[in-house]
């Protein structure tokens, strides 16, 4: 599986976007996807997962602010993103899994990230 981000880039403090990451491949029906973040000098956090029947679970830091969701005939997750915050700032990047990766620990398919920066 190969997956693309899109979405990212410059918003103020307060401010929406709306994060896309296709899915290329069979399947994704069937996958675990997931968006995380990550800044210099730190390392990559989960924002957020989504399971194959639609269950989700965030990072406490971005809990009712960022909503996670997948259009399967699409091949398409999204990240939600309100209220966003200076903080939020770092490159965001997908994630895929099936579920023998998931179990076995392994790392399944990232995307090369996309930049969100949120800045007045």
């Known amino acids: 599986v190969q997956v693309v981000e899109s979405g990212g880039g410059l918003v103020q403090p307060g401010g929406s976007l709306r994060l896309s990451c296709a899915a290329y491949g069979s399947g994704f029906s069937l996958l675990l996807m997931s968006w995380h973040r990550q800044v210099p000098g730190k390392q990559r956090e989960l924002v957020a997962i989504?399971?194959?029947?639609?269950?989700?679970n965030y990072a406490d830091s971005v809990q009712g602010r960022f909503t996670i969701s997948r259009d399967n005939a699409k091949n398409t997750v999204y990240l939600q993103m309100n209220s966003l915050k200076p903080e939020d700032t770092a490159v965001y990047y997908c994630r895929a899994r099936d579920y023998s990766e998931y179990r076995e620990n392994r790392e399944g398919s990232w995307g090369r990230g996309t930049q969100v920066t949120v800045s007045s």
């Open positions: 989504i399971n194959s029947g639609g269950g989700t």
